[in-house]
Structure formats: C-alpha cells, structure tokens
C-alpha cells in the first residue's frame, strides 16, 4: 500500500516538475511571478499521444531535432554505470574503513583523511577536482579526462570517480557514528565478556544491527549521487541521461530524463540491496 | 601532552571564524576599497601596464585583483558575503522552525499517518537542488527584477522544498524518546501532547537540534552553490548574450563562483580561486563549530564503547556539577 503511495506521490512530482518551466511565467513589465496552468492539459495529451504513437518524441541538441529514442539507450547506460559504481563503492568502503577496518592505526590515518573531506561541500569538491585534473595535464601533459562526449574511456572514469565521492563520505560518517554507538550496548559486552574476537563480534553482533540503518539511508545515498550526477555530468559534458533535462526546456525529454533517471535509482537500490542480501548469506550464515 | 589533545580545537577555532563572519556580513560594504561599478582604469606604471585582468597581490589598490572586466574582487567579496550569510541562515531558520515544530508532534502521535510518510520518502528521492532548478531556471533571468524580490523568492521556495526531510528526521528521533519509559510515566501522571514535547521530548532534543542546525546552513550554502554551477544566481542572473557571460546580481559568494567558472579552463583561475576558497572557509567554519559541539555533547553523554572502535572522541566531558542542597 504504502510502496503505491510513494510510487504515485513521486509519478505526480516528476510530471509537476517537468512542467513548470512551461507554466512558471515572469511577466517582464509588472515584475510580477504567476502560473499559467492553461497549457498544463495540452502538454500531458501531447506527450500521451507521443507515448501511446509509439515514439518518445524529439529533443532539440543546438540547432538539430534528434528522437530521443535514438539516443537514450547509450546515455542511459552510461548513466547507470556511472550510478552503479557510485553507490556500490560508497557501501563498501563506507563497511570496510567505518566497521571492520577502523580500529587500526593505519586505517585511522585514511579516517581522518575522510572526516576532513566530508566537511567539505559536495560542489566545491567538484571543482576543486576538476582543477586538479586540468593542472595535472598542464604540468605532465597526461590527459586524466576528455571533456568531449566522445572521449571513450577518458570522458567516463572520472565522473564515476567524482560521483562516488559524496555518498562514500556520507556513509562513512554514517557507519562510523552507528559503530560507535552500537558499540557500547550491553549485547557487545556480553559478547566481549564470552570472549569473543573482534571481528567475530563485527559481523555477528555489529553488521547486523546496522544493516537496517544502511537500508533505511539507502535512498537518501541514492538521491546524493543522483543530485551529484546531475552536476557532473553537466560539467564534464558527459553523454548521459541529463543531456535531455538541461539541453531544451521542453516537456517531452525533461520528462523523459527524469523517468529514465527513476528507473536508473530504482536499479541501483534494488542491486544494493541484492548485494547486502548475498554478503549477508555468505559471510554471516555462511 | 594529555591535556593538549583533549583541547576542543574545532569548537574554538568554528566559533572564532563565525564570529568573523558575521562582523565581515555586518561591516563588509563600508569597508570595501571601491565600490561595485568601480573599474580599474589601464595604466603604465614603473615600465608594467596595469590592465584587468590583473592578478591578486599585485596593486594595492586592488589587493585581491580584478576580474576580466576590471571590477576588484575584494570589494564583490565583502559586498557579497552578507547575502551568502543572510539567506542561508533564513532559510534555515525557517525550515528547522517548520520542520522541527511538524516533527515533534507527528513523533508523539500513536500511529504515523502512512500518506505522510510516503510523501517523505518519495520526496528524499528526488535531489532537492534539482527542484529547485526547476523552480528558479526561468525566473532568475528576468530583466530589470528586483534583486531582494528574487532572494525573497529563493528563501520561501527554498525552505517549503526541504522541509520533509527535517520533519521525517525529527519526526524519526521524537518517536524513538516518545517510547522510552518515562514519557509513559509522566503520560500516566496526566502529562498533555504539549508537556510531553516541550518538558520531556524536546530537552532530550535540543543538542541535537542545536547541531542540525548549523548543519543545515551548510546544506544551504551547498545547495546554492549547486544552482550557482547551473548558473541560477540567488538574486538574478545578468546573461551578456553578445560574450555569453553570467553574472550575478547580488555579488553573493556562491553567485561569483558560478560566475566565474569559465575561468577554469583559462590562465585566470584566480578569479575562481578567491570566491571558491571563501566559500570553503565559510562551509568549513560552519562545519568545525558543528563539529566541535557533537563533540562535546558525544564526550558528554555517550556510553563508552566495549570494543575499540577507532572513533573515540578525545575530548574531555563538561559535567554540570549540582548544587549541594543545604
């Protein structure tokens, strides 16, 4: 019941959300911000007919008309990808270096070195980054990354890297805070009093009490990479699914992108989740 | 040597740079060099040609030096700083007060309304810079708007869009006390919804609260420097068709990061640079004094751990000590 709620309350944000660049009108000599909703019928028949005629309608890319169904199937990969990757590296090394790995000396040096960065703003990180790469080709002349959207390999390694950033960092700080206070519980005691090693009791007795803490978080990590995305891919002119909902401010591809872009958070949690399940089964029931 | 580690460093130095800040906000106009129109004017001095773009530290006229169009950065700086500050605090004060006020009474309640609940969740899936870029994208190029229409625009939108998510985590931490057992009891004693959230619920909170709350300006401010890299300045965007340049209207910090973007991929980078490391300075005190107060409150209140953890605070707890009654 409640997954249909969300489903409809996300399904009726979207379809808002790509309209209002159509219905949000500034009149330029009474200054003065109103909606105009008389359009609002006619965009939502068109883009059903467009739907229900088989095609997903046209994009415009500069001067050319392209079908986005031509293209989506590329940037649609190239967006998961880079989704995929983001995520999956935020819950491993957020489990490794904030459970398993963070009572070590070595391991609290790279602790630090996260805690310092989480304090800094996902954006400025962005760019921070994006100067280090330009000033790295400037001194030795190795090309770290390819602005153009045809660059292969060149133009996709590094967005991945930069969109695993923030959620790694907030999962971190997250599995961090959860360990510490997990750690003083009186089943840990009594886990310690039996004798138990460290890492037994890690997994045994910590992992699964934090689990549910990384599900219920999942979607807030998801939503930080989407939103981290979103901006990469704008400035590094990555050929990914943001392509439709920055180029144009028409309905047809904003709504588009923005349902392709559900789709792909959906995939990703859903394989998260698969993830936990089969580390779960094969290192704690083994 | 103990003593020394256990010194509350990021607490002092966060309230030290916040503290700056503000005078900075305050003050910052009457103590610019030049004003916003003022243009350094080309010259030939000791053999040099002096002529904007002119680097940081290389006249002392212009001590943080010009951009392209020979406008002083120090002077955008100090102008822009007290809109950065303002309407992130405004924004968060509206939400947390909002958000806070819903959460702690939603928390109380016996049942959370599913509706509510779906709204939250389908909510925190969609970035919230995104809906705002949505919102602002065709407004903030209107010509000739008032620039305090616009930031009054970005505050009320701003605060409505993240409400949710301050409400579901107060609504999160509220129900989890509204089960403890003295709640029950003071219940039982005849207690109503307002005693039980104001006298029991929300001194549990309030640290805690205290701590979002700074947390929260943090968020603002990333989230302005997100529209600021689509180039939706708060207070309006000049786009200069015949150069395809952005400018910001307010001089706002996060605004002239945006605005000078382009720099990277020139020799000019320092235009970028100045904004970008204030930015970083102001997010970074905000961070420390957040932090520097978890701390204390963790020192303070936390359970030690039975496993070593690596994440102990070193911080010494500030006990409240209680009179001796005579």
Redesign the interface.
Same mark, same amino acid.
């Given at each position: 019941m409640r997954i249909i709620q969300q489903a409809i309350f996300i399904f009726l944000l979207i379809i808002l959300l790509a309209a209002i660049p159509s219905i949000l009108i500034v009149n330029p000599y009474e200054l003065n911000i109103y909606l105009d909703f008389s359009q609002l019928g006619h965009l939502y028949g068109q883009f059903m007919k467009e739907l229900a005629s088989g095609s997903l309608g046209t994009y415009q890319l500069g001067d050319q008309v392209r079908f986005i169904s031509a293209d989506i199937k590329s940037n649609f990969l190239i967006s998961l990808f880079t989704l995929l990757i983001g995520v999956l590296s935020a819950v491993v090394i957020g489990l490794l270096f904030g459970i398993f790995l963070s009572r070590f000396i070595v391991t609290r040096f790279f602790n630090m070195l996260l805690n310092i960065l989480s304090t800094i703003p996902d954006f400025i990180l962005i760019v921070f980054s994006l100067v280090l790469a330009i000033k790295i080709y400037e001194v030795s002349g190795v090309r770290v990354i390819s602005l153009r959207p045809d660059g292969g390999a060149l133009n996709i390694w590094y967005p991945m890297v930069l969109t695993a950033i923030a959620p790694t960092l907030y999962m971190f700080k997250l599995l961090a805070v959860q360990y510490y206070q997990t750690s003083g519980e009186d089943y840990i005691r009594t886990a310690v009093s039996k004798g138990m090693r460290v890492n037994y009791i890690n997994f045994q007795h910590v992992y699964k009490n934090i689990e549910p803490f990384i599900i219920a978080d999942l979607t807030k990590v998801v939503s930080l990479a989407i939103g981290n995305l979103f901006i990469i891919e704008y400035l590094l002119n990555v050929p990914g699914i943001t392509k439709f909902i920055f180029q144009s401010n028409q309905f047809q591809p904003i709504t588009i992108g923005l349902f392709s872009m559900l789709l792909i958070s959906l995939i990703v949690y859903f394989s998260i989740r698969l993830v936990l399940y089969i580390f779960k089964r094969g290192f704690i029931y083994e | 040597m103990n003593r020394l580690f256990s010194i509350n460093y990021s607490l002092y130095t966060g309230i030290l740079l916040t503290a700056i800040l503000i005078f900075l906000a305050i003050f910052g106009p009457s103590m610019a060099p030049h004003t916003l129109t003022e243009t350094l004017r080309t010259s030939y001095e000791n053999g040099t040609i002096l002529a904007p773009p002119l680097p940081p530290f290389t006249s002392k006229e212009f001590l943080l030096g010009t951009d392209r169009s020979g406008y002083d950065i120090l002077s955008m700086i100090l102008y822009g700083i007290r809109y950065t500050l303002f309407i992130s605090f405004a924004v968060t004060l509206i939400k947390m007060t909002t958000g806070s006020l819903i959460g702690l009474y939603v928390g109380t309640w016996k049942k959370t309304p599913?509706?509510l $609940?779906? %709204?939250e969740?389908?909510?925190?899936?969609? =970035?919230? %810079?995104? *809906?705002l870029y %949505? %919102?602002l994208? =065709?407004?903030t190029f209107? $010509?000739?708007?008032?620039p305090n !229409?616009l930031v009054f625009?970005f505050i009320i939108v701003a605060s409505i869009v993240s409400i949710p998510s301050i409400v579901s985590s107060v609504r999160k931490k509220s129900k989890e006390i509204s089960t403890s057992t003295f709640i029950e009891a003071a219940r039982l004693l005849g207690a109503n919804r307002h005693r039980l959230v104001w006298r029991h619920i929300f001194p549990q909170l309030k640290e805690s609260l205290l701590v979002m709350f700074i947390l929260e300006i !943090?968020q603002v401010?990333?989230l302005m420097?997100?529209l600021a890299?689509?180039n939706i300045f708060i207070g309006g965007t000049i786009y200069r068709r015949d150069s395809q340049i952005y400018l910001s209207i307010t001089k706002e910090i996060s605004g002239l990061?945006g605005a000078a973007?382009g720099n *990277?991929?020139s020799d000019t980078?320092y235009i970028?640079y100045i904004p970008?490391i204030l930015?970083?300075i102001i997010?970074?005190s905000f961070?420390?004094l957040a932090?520097g107060l978890k701390n204390r409150f963790q020192s303070t209140y936390?359970?030690?751990?039975? !496993?070593?953890?690596?994440? $102990?605070p070193r911080v010494r707890p500030v006990r409240k000590v209680m009179k001796k009654s005579e």
């Open positions: - | 599913q509706l $609940e779906a %709204f969740n389908a909510w925190s899936y969609v =970035p919230l %810079f995104l *809906i %949505f %919102f994208g =065709p407004i209107a $010509e000739n708007a008032d !229409v625009y !943090v401010i990333a420097g997100q890299l689509m990061v973007r *990277i991929y980078t970028l970008l930015l970083l997010t970074s961070s420390l932090n936390q359970r030690t751990p039975w !496993v070593k953890t690596g994440f $102990e």
